[in-house]
């Protein structure tokens, strides 16, 4: 309003630079920066992958979740569970 300029131009201008819808582009960036604390190990073992989507701005999980597994083509794992081997009785 400010600028006189309707929403849809600046959404139809930002696709013509980027190459990519508005919200496409801020959900990847919100991924990555979510992806980067997953693989943190530092921080994930004080918070849960549900925190760390909230702290993202992902209002549900089920959001989260989606969106993740359709970028990444995996399920959402923290750093130190990734690697972890099960631990069984051998005998």
Known sequence: DEFSVSESTINRVFRLMRG??????????????????????????????????????YKTYSTFYRQYVSFYGEKPKLANKKNERPSWPLG
């Open 20 to 57: 990519t819808t508005f919200s496409q582009y801020l959900n990847r960036v919100r991924l990555k920066a979510i992806k980067k604390m997953l693989d943190d190990e530092t921080l994930n073992n004080s918070l849960s992958i549900a925190k760390i989507a909230e702290m993202h701005g």
